[in-house]
């Protein structure tokens, strides 16, 4: 009996198509990904696969296609229980007359525990594997990412208001950076400072910030330029725009990820480009509240970094990131007004590496290369919606819905097997969010 | 024993809540739809409709919205075999260098049933129950309507040049002509001209068309302002706008449907407003090819009409009318630049009764009403992408998938029960349109 050579592994996934994101546009028929400790160790034909590697559990997704884990860049995942609450609204109104009076009513742990984990259920459904967060009581945001298995950036959100979560500055600071300490060096969780928006924070306030951030070495993630209003306030009150302003504080660098960037002009883009910032592009949200239109291809043009976010449910109302990378592609058409801008495989690269660039996690997730995290994502082909398939990357991005993910690994672990949930429990999330809509409408 | 009261019916249906479209933005809870011989007898409290009606097959939904079939305004069934096989690329290129080729090649009576069976599986899964075709062979898409019990407007192509359907222009309204002698007074199936677009048909041709349509008393369905380079080009040319020259051919009516209508000025807006013509707005397809954007909010504001296309799935990529509605709703906001445009109850009325209007079949479908056809879609709220359910309209316009599709009933017949296709073999289909891919790949 002869002696078995092989390399002992966790596990090996044999999908139709595997589509790495690295090299870009790359399609790789009848391939397979092999994970040894939660780590890809080798991506190569599937007889070779086969004959190289002993793993433990063998997959076979045979009308599939595998591809990085999607990366959520831009949310705040309690607010699925305000998902429908308050539409057809702009962003003033939306916020201080809706938004803010609900979460400072029924914001609080329970809150957020429950909206956060409606918000994973659909979440890991749609294939998203790392979400990053900015939203109050990060503790318990960060808990839930643990426990259910999900890799999260956590934002530790400063706003210069009372919130349920902080009353000052000061307290803001403390208590985000105790969830910093608490996670550092943690497999899954990172922190990131998250100021809400240039309006809602000080100077002095962005610079302390900012000095923190260097001495810790984590990125910072903030709403800038959300709207035109935004930016004309800033110009009548400060004589500055907001990106100017943020520059001049020192924020703008390769590790300041700058969410929505609507009203950009060229001054803009070159800042933004010179310094390395990442733009976090959220369509359906900056359609929805009419902020404005980012000009994605533009920026893609000067080489700047792009990723992908839902935005929260209530003003989304889909945590699909699937979703929103269709809608970026669309849209990026109708804005520069060439139907080439955004092509498929650029538009797939915001919604995976470029969003692993922007939360500083490159090295470790946003492709299927040897070495990466094994967070990997895997769409059914085979349905009325998806087929014929002529081009697997123009199906991924224009037509695979949310609802054809099968299976959802990270750092090598099932979240979704076979379309089920294997770190979070259904129908006690859902029933919690009824008995919240019931709640609140009884108010 | 008392004597049974209760009047006869043949379907009763009664979902968690009943959204009728007429009146607009209502929501009727517990209520029951009532069905007898096809059509609507009655709406009505569920514990009402059970005392009063014995029907022979009653469905309870209770945690589903039933609202009216959807109405796809706009599409090319059988493109579905194009799906993605040229994307990225402006109207002028896809159209000549990519799909014209493409058709002339393959296009004939078995590439047209086939695509279009691959359009009717993926339809009906998505909730649409009368769909207006503009393509080749209408004979076949017509038979195939009839053969899976799906409502139909059966597009009389006219298009100046030759393809594998005809030659000349005579031979394209002859062909269409027996189309429409075959189908008068079918309950299912009825009839439409459609000429290709303003640049493909010459005015002696429109004339004539109009003559016929005034005759026949059918409606006329056509490409119009599909770019802003469409109406530059006229105006050089003929030193006329498109639609200038298509009210002074005397096609501009109530019962003329414009497809697209992007690059509107004031005139043509006032244009359509005073002719009473539809506009059938296809946003998908328009950001695609970088087409142009339609004034939804504008028109509306002038009481046009409005109603929605998928267009075909090779330029969209998704015959999801849910979606259509979903980025209607959303693109209307950030093109008029406030929020509050196209609000969710408006955007559901253009999936359904504004369709039913614009294809002249409003007396029959696009409401829940009595006496109209039971045309309904059923769509599960129950999940983690669709709750907590605050709002059932905004709900179904910017959350609720394709995929929590159930059911769908076409004159009161099912077609989709309980998810499974009822009228159509969907392996078949699928295998066939798997081998086309093939064929076209290996060619």
Partial sequence: MPVDTRQPADLLIAP????PVEPAGAVLEHHAVV???GRISAVLPRAEALRRFDARIVIERPGHVLLPGLVNAHGHAAMTLLRGLADDLPLGDWLGRHVWPAENRWGGPEFVRDGT???????LGAGITCFSDMYYFPDVVAGLAVEHQVRAVIGMIVIEQPTPWATTTGEY??????VHDQYRGHPLVSTAFAPHAPYTVSDATLQRLRMLADELDVPVHMHVHETRAEVTEAEQRHGERPLARLDRLGLLSASFA???MTALDTADIDLVSERRASVV?????NLKLASGLCPVAALAARGVNLALGTDGAASNNRLDLLGEMRLAALLAKAVSGDARALPAAEALAMATLGGARALGLAEDIGSIVPGKQADFTCIDLDGPATEPVHDVVSQLVYTAPREQVTDVWIAGRPVLADGRHTTIDATEVLARARAWAARMRSA
């Avoid at 139709?16 to 589509?19: A, C, E, K, P, S």
């Fill in 281 to 285: 592009h959220c369509p359906s949200s």
């Fill in 117 to 123: 984990r409606l918000a994973l259920l659909e979440m």
């Fill in 16 to 19: 139709r198509w595997l589509v």
């Fill in 35 to 37: 994970v040894t400790a």
């Fill in 173 to 178: 600071f403390t208590k985000g950076l105790v």
């Fill in 258 to 260: 700058a969410v929505h």
